[in-house]
């Protein structure tokens, strides 16, 4: 069974930080996975993302802010977010690209249901 689960989110003050974790189970030949935020009023954004062989991007906005990392051993991609302004809240999901089972050779997105980041004083 496919399953893509994130968890960390929560209420943060601004200047604090959190990191989120995204968890993939029933995918293989993982060769992408992404982080997106749906801020309100905004468009979906996609932040960071990390390759197969562990090449890394960062939207402009979050640069030298927010890391992102992999533990392949326990299929878990995280998102460090360091310095959080009001303008990070919004709900933040991880898109992982792969093959399944019923499907190997066919490289699909597939989306977990996000985690909520609120950043407030």
């Known amino acids: 069974q496919v399953q893509v689960v994130e968890s960390g989110g929560g209420l943060v003050q601004p200047g604090g930080s959190l990191r989120l974790s995204c968890v993939a189970s029933g995918i293989f030949h993982i060769a992408l996975t992404e982080w997106y935020r749906h801020s309100p009023g905004k468009q979906r954004e996609r932040v960071a993302d990390?390759?197969?062989?562990?090449?890394?991007d960062y939207a402009a906005s979050v640069k030298g802010r927010f890391t992102i990392s992999r533990d392949s051993a326990r299929r878990t991609v995280y998102l460090e977010m360091n310095n959080l302004t009001p303008d990070d809240t919004g709900n933040y999901s991880c898109?992982?690209?792969?093959?399944?089972?019923?499907?190997?050779?066919?490289?699909?997105?597939?989306w977990g249901q996000g985690t909520q980041v609120t950043v407030s004083s």
């Open positions: 898109k992982v690209w792969g093959t399944t089972e019923e499907t190997p050779k066919l490289t699909r997105g597939f």
């Open positions: 990390i390759s197969g062989p562990g090449a890394t």
